[in-house]
């Protein structure tokens, strides 16, 4: 039984089924006919999209890419599906908002496409968390048969000798690049060969991620945005072979990191080359709030001034806070409020071996 009646504005309903009946040349008298009905049903799937915890936004956006979902039966098409992704372990919480991602799944055949395809991943020995989160991470997941598409992709990465956690990363946080084409998958995986990436190590995985992102022209205009900041051709590649997704940022994102660690933070290009995972990292977020607290614990001789840039700026937030904040509070007691508001740029920053 639904919870509660549906509380969408009838006259936005009414107004999307009269453009659904419109399409399709509807006499005016089966047209009413036809909208009663659909209206009935519209109200009906509103009223179960709102007792799953769907809002406002959720169900407009459902309205205008599908609008046939307001036709669908309630409780044979949508409940199901519905049940079947929380007996998954999608959250309440999360289905609303997986739904409006992808919202194709409302249409998608349960026993037909939805079930075949999870049984399909769960044999790739991917968890259910790991599932859902390619569902939060690709809007086009299930529309196709994923033995289909993803199984050759599969196969010849395990040819090639890459490990399972390697595929499972690739699967799982960039789905995107398992549903291109297989003509388009291996030429990306051939592309990373040639560049000497070793399949049995995690990096090949995203220099396949990274590849998938540009064309050789591409390569070449990210290459003279680092030669710019005095990078050689060989500690150009040398990052990208460390970390391959430092190719696939925007030449805006490369070009205000470097300023920072190269203005600012007084690096050289050498130094980046060190620890190229920096690249990848929030300058907002990250790197200046924890260069503002070294800077200060520096200025008070409690850390040397000679501090590893590794050591503060690759470890989670718990443990930097454990480490470089809460552990100096009762020394420095504005220093989370440093931390916190830590935006702009670093005076007389921690020198970097390099």
């Known amino acids: 039984m639904l919870s509660f009646l549906c509380h969408c504005p009838r006259v936005f309903l009414t107004s999307s089924l009269h453009k659904y009946n419109n399409t399709r040349h509807f006499s005016s008298l089966s047209a009413a006919s036809a909208a009663t009905a659909k209206l009935e049903r519209a109200e009906l799937v509103d009223s179960l999209l709102r007792s799953y915890g769907f809002n406002d936004t959720q169900i407009s956006k459902l309205q205008t890419l599908r609008p046939r979902a307001l036709t669908l039966h309630p409780h044979k098409i949508i409940l199901p599906k519905f049940e079947f992704l ?19 799944i409302l249409e998608t055949s349960l026993q037909g496409r939805l079930i075949p395809s999870y049984n399909f991943l769960k044999s790739l020995s991917l968890s259910d968390e790991e599932i859902i989160t390619m569902m939060k991470n690709y809007w086009r997941i299930f529309q196709s048969d994923e033995e289909k598409t993803i199984g050759p992709k599969v196969e010849l990465l395990k040819s090639l000798g890459v490990p399972q956690p390697a595929i499972s990363l690739l699967l799982v946080h960039y789905p995107s690049v398992v549903h291109l084409s297989f003509v388009s998958f291996k030429n990306c995986v051939d592309k990373a060969l040639a560049m000497g990436f070793d399949p049995s190590v995690g990096h090949f995985v995203q220099a396949i991620k990274a590849f998938s992102r540009f064309n050789k022209q591409d390569f070449q205009d990210l290459m003279e945005v680092y030669r710019r900041w005095g990078f050689s051709d060989d500690e150009i590649l040398s990052v990208f072979r460390s970390q391959p997704l430092c190719m696939d940022s925007s030449e805006k994102k490369i070009t205000r990191a470097m300023e920072f660690l190269i203005n600012e933070m007084q690096w050289q290009p050498s130094a980046v080359v060190r620890w190229p995972t920096i690249l990848r990292y929030s300058l907002e977020k990250r790197i200046v709030p924890r260069c503002k607290v070294i800077k200060l614990l520096i200025a008070h001789n409690l850390v040397e001034e000679s501090i590893s840039f590794g050591s503060f700026i690759s470890i989670s937030e718990q443990l930097f806070l454990d480490r470089y904040v809460e552990n100096w509070l009762n020394v420095l007691p504005g220093l989370l409020g440093v931390y916190r508001g830590g935006n702009g740029m670093v005076e007389n920053p921690p020198k970097v071996e390099t």
Not at 87 to 103: Q, R, T, W
Request: charged share 20%; net charge neutral; aromatic share 6%.
């Open 86 to 104: 929380r007996s998954i372990g999608v959250s309440e919480v999360d289905l609303p908002k997986i739904i409006a991602f992808n919202p194709a």
